[in-house]
């Protein structure tokens, strides 16, 4: 779908932080197999839009400047911000929209429920919106 994944060290590090959740295996692999490569951080200013962005977010939005590439965050304050630095922004939401319109996944609404029991949050009006692109409407 993307083919590699560039991924900053301070985002790996967020998310290897506990390193035995399972998530976090699944990540080591996708990094131990090439299918994410892990770039140094690039802490150069991303603009002064970014006062409250954790470290993960400033160094993914610097790469995905100096790449000129499309930059996936789900942070609200950080779409904002990289999508006023004129990036291409995308979400965990729109992967999977995207995955189920590659046929890659059958369906999106179990992801989301599994996501959102996860404690990732999403408004109501975005998982309506969300199923709606994905034509899975309610």
Excluded: W
Aim: contains cysteine; aromatic residues 2%; proline residues 3%.
């Amino acid at each position: 779908m993307f083919g590699t994944l560039l991924v900053p060290e301070a985002v790996l590090s967020e998310c290897l932080h506990i390193s035995t959740c399972p998530d976090a295996k699944v990540i080591l692999q996708a990094r131990d197999t090439g299918l994410l490569e892990i770039r140094s951080d690039q802490l150069a200013a991303v603009g002064d839009n970014s006062p409250a962005l954790g470290a993960g977010e400033l160094v993914a939005i610097r790469l995905a400047q100096t790449l000129n590439c499309l930059v996936l965050v789900d942070d609200k304050l950080a779409r904002r911000v990289a999508a006023s630095a004129d990036l291409r922004v995308i979400g965990t939401a729109g992967v999977l929209v995207m995955a189920k319109q590659q046929e890659r996944i059958s369906a999106v609404a179990p992801l989301l429920h599994i996501l959102q029991t996860s404690g990732y949050h999403l408004a109501a009006d975005l998982v309506e919106r969300i199923l709606q692109l994905a034509g899975e409407q309610k």
